[in-house]
């Protein structure tokens, strides 16, 4: 690519009509990333004209309570795309149902409530709940006869727990989906610095020969964290910072930045580029863990001007918790453009 190059952004491409139903609609993922990034978009005239939101959770709500909930998520977590001229139009996409996700029967309500649009419409079902539910909720849809051709499926990440239960989930999702209906995302991927460093790296011809060893001492990837665990104690003392940020979120960075040109930015060959980085990843062997890696827990401090419990005073978190909340690493891409050049990734 070159200083003239076209880069594509698919994500500006024009959307056709659909209903999107969140599992997990009243979930940290839904109200904190998911739900204000939709308003973003709909301010932005991103979304469809048509088109409904429909959030179901355990939780006993109605939908007039349910949009108030998703309202002041949006003013505390994107204060500055707040628009309250622009809030009743987003807010009238929003519904919400009642269903738990283990029960066959409440796919019934769910499939009425699809159904009382006219109309062809894609369905997109995005999956915010736990990764144990993912093989659940898509065989109940297929039982509900809500696959169709035209549906799609959004797994968000973690995708498992480790390697076996990641391929049972993939499994389990792949025998009611088609591949191409499987979105598997990685939500910082979205982020707009992440989006200008493709073009940063391939629309700019004079960085592709200063890109590599010889002329770069080392990388540094760092993903710093102002919050805590706010909540998710149950989930992140499970997963903690290695399984929650750095096998995805940084690993993803580390591709982007490290992987060789792709012949186009669509998602195949963008894929096939990072995945020859992740095979050139030099192991840490046991006896190198000490050396390469640093784990450690945060403790009581402040935060935006406040204070903060440390994290075994977190609810949820055991007194005794080992889990990590920060984690640095070192890592070498065995390849002939960073060839002993480290890359230093932390994060917490």
């Known amino acids: 690519m070159t200083e003239s190059s076209s880069i594509n952004n698919p994500a500006k491409d024009p959307v056709e009509p659909f209903d999107m139903v969140v599992f997990g609609g009243t979930g940290d993922l839904a109200l904190r990333k998911l739900l204000p990034s939709l308003y973003h978009c709909d301010a932005e005239r991103r979304l469809p004209e048509h088109g409904r939101i429909i959030c179901v959770a355990r939780s006993d709500l109605t939908t007039d309570a349910y949009r108030e909930q998703v309202h002041e998520a949006c003013q505390r977590f994107a204060p500055a795309a707040i628009s309250e001229k622009e809030w009743p139009a987003f807010?009238?996409?929003?519904?919400?149902?009642?269903?738990?996700a283990t029960a066959a029967d409440d796919y019934r309500a769910l499939a009425q409530k699809l159904v009382e649009y006219p109309g062809a419409k894609a369905r997109v079902f995005y999956l915010a709940t736990s990764p144990g539910l993912f093989g659940t909720i898509s065989h109940h849809l297929s039982q509900a006869g809500l696959v169709e051709a035209g549906a799609r499926v959004v797994l968000e990440k973690p995708i498992g727990h480790d390697l076996a239960s990641s391929r049972e989930i993939n499994a389990h999702v792949g025998a009611v989906f088609a591949e191409q209906q499987i979105y598997r995302i990685d939500h910082y991927l979205g982020k707009e610095t992440v989006q200008n460093l493709l073009v940063l790296r391939f629309g700019n011809a004079i960085f592709e020969p200063l890109w590599r060893a010889g002329l770069v001492e080392h990388v540094q990837i760092t993903v710093a964290e102002q919050v805590g665990v706010e909540g998710r104690g149950d989930y992140y003392d499970h997963a903690g910072a290695l399984r929650d940020m750095v096998q995805n979120h940084l690993l993803q960075l580390l591709c982007i930045v490290a992987m060789e040109p792709p012949t186009s930015l669509d998602p195949d060959s963008v894929r096939d580029e990072k995945l020859k980085v992740l095979r050139a990843l030099r192991p840490i062997a046991g006896q190198e863990v000490t050396a390469n890696t640093v784990r450690g827990q945060y403790k009581a401090g402040a935060s935006a001007g406040g204070p903060v419990p440390g994290?075994?005073?977190?609810?949820d978190i055991p007194a005794d918790s080992t889990t990590e909340t920060f984690v640095a690493a070192r890592l070498f891409v065995d390849n002939w453009r960073w060839a002993g050049v480290p890359?230093?990734?932390r994060t917490g």
């Not at 807010?91 to 738990?100: H, S």
């Not at 994290?311 to 609810?315: G, S, V």
């Open 311 to 315: 994290y075994l005073e977190e609810p």
């Open 343 to 345: 890359f230093y990734l």
């Open 91 to 100: 807010g009238q996409r929003i519904e919400y149902l009642r269903l738990d």
